[in-house]
């Protein structure tokens, strides 16, 4: 599958069976695993993992979640997440899509915004800016 080069980032997943609701298709809940799973990869991806963010007395926090959900995973199904980031302010806004791996067809569209405490107080975020700087838009 092609994706649009808007995303500076981009993870392959498979539905797992437990993941499954009795309507047959993925829990609602499961979406919010699978995105959060493809930010820390991008961390990864990035060269600042969540361990080295935690070394660096750096923690990210939620602060708003919002999504779209357009059409169901099911069994079987592989997922694509695509990223692209960027910075509102101290917030590190994270645009999240899920694709179909097969159909290309949208699941669902997801903005993810999260700042930073530093020691414990919130930052400016610019330790995570200066590492997410080539993928920040």
Same mark, same amino acid.
């Given at each position: =599958?092609?994706?649009?080069?808007?995303?500076? &980032?981009?993870?392959?997943?498979?539905?797992?069976?437990?993941?499954?609701?009795?309507?047959?298709?993925?829990?609602?809940?499961?979406? +919010?695993?699978?995105?959060?799973?493809?930010?820390?990869?991008?961390?990864?991806?990035?060269?600042?993992?969540? *361990? %080295? =963010?935690?070394?660096?007395? +750096?923690?990210?926090?939620?602060?708003?979640?919002?999504?779209? &959900?357009?059409?169901?995973?099911?069994?079987?199904?592989? =997922?694509?997440? %695509?990223?692209?980031?960027?910075?509102?302010?101290?917030?590190?806004?994270?645009?999240?899509?899920?694709?179909?791996? %097969?159909?290309?067809? =949208?699941?669902?569209?997801?903005?993810?915004?999260?700042?930073?405490?530093?020691?414990?107080?919130?930052?400016?975020?610019?330790?995570?800016?200066? *590492?997410?700087?080539?993928?920040?838009?």
């Amino acid at each position: =599958m092609e994706l649009d080069n808007k995303y500076c &980032y981009s993870i392959e997943l498979d539905v797992r069976d437990y993941e499954i609701d009795s309507e047959g298709i993925v829990n609602n809940a499961n979406y +919010l695993h699978y995105l959060e799973h493809a930010r820390h990869r991008f961390c990864d991806h990035a060269g600042f993992s969540f *361990k %080295a =963010m935690q070394d660096a007395g +750096l923690i990210p926090v939620l602060n708003r979640v919002e999504v779209d &959900y357009k059409t169901p995973l099911r069994s079987g199904d592989r =997922m694509v997440i %695509a990223i692209w980031v960027e910075m509102k302010g101290v917030r590190f806004v994270f645009h999240q899509d899920i694709f179909n791996a %097969a159909t290309g067809e =949208m699941v669902i569209s997801a903005v993810v915004s999260c700042v930073c405490l530093k020691d414990g107080k919130l930052s400016r975020g610019e330790l995570l800016a200066e *590492k997410f700087k080539p993928y920040l838009k």
